[in-house]
């Protein structure tokens, strides 16, 4: 085994990038990976370092690059969506904030949740000078191939008075289209 290749496994940062250069290796290698390693006085077979560290590194980062990449189109589209509902927040134009919802989604802040887009459109109609939101997505899981979850930071208000809050938006996949098929938005604790 190189004893390079050790060294580089103590010292990587960036999982994908040692699963891309130990696969390499691995190619590179192939022999010393399936040839047991004996110790100088005996025939003990022992496990050769390289090959322990590698079986699970690339089990982890199997796995990681498997659950990065199954959805990208999809992510991007519900990043879009919220950017487009972001963007209609901003410009105080409710009609256009409802249509990113489904026909029957629903919005929920603070107070009974508005059902369907004429309702929503009436809850989102916002009147106050200097108003601003902005929105920012810290994960998006996928239920499934049709229903996601994103959550979001939100800070929302006039500039005197922004209020930090976290939103939770079920996106749902209809056709091409991600919408929003409900929205949660909470106040952030204080400490």
Not at 20 to 39: C, D, G, H, M, V
Not at 95 to 103: D, F, I, S, V
Request: proline letters at 6%.
């Amino acid at each position: 085994m190189p004893i390079w290749a050790d060294d580089f496994l103590s010292e990587s940062t960036n999982i994908c990038e040692s699963w891309i250069t130990l696969a390499r290796l691995y190619l590179e290698n192939w022999y010393s990976f399936i040839q047991p390693a004996k110790t100088p006085r005996s025939s003990v077979i022992k496990w050769s370092p390289m090959r322990s560290k590698l079986i699970p590194l690339l089990a982890v980062c199997g796995i990681t690059a498997l659950a990065e990449s199954k959805h990208p189109a999809d992510e991007a589209a519900i990043r879009q969506r919220l950017a487009t509902y972001t963007e209609a927040r901003n410009h105080s134009d409710a009609h256009a904030e409802a249509l990113c919802y489904t026909e029957d989604g629903d919005f929920r802040s603070s107070g009974p949740p508005s059902r369907g887009r004429a309702e929503i459109e009436k809850a989102l109609a916002v009147s106050v000078p200097g108003y601003a939101f902005s929105l920012t997505i810290e994960t998006i899981r996928f239920l499934d191939s049709n229903v996601a979850i994103a959550d979001t930071h939100v800070v929302a208000g006039p500039p005197e008075h922004k209020i930090d809050l976290l939103g939770s938006y079920v996106m749902v996949k209809q056709g091409n289209a991600w919408l929003i098929g409900a929205a949660r938005i909470a106040r952030t604790q204080t400490p």
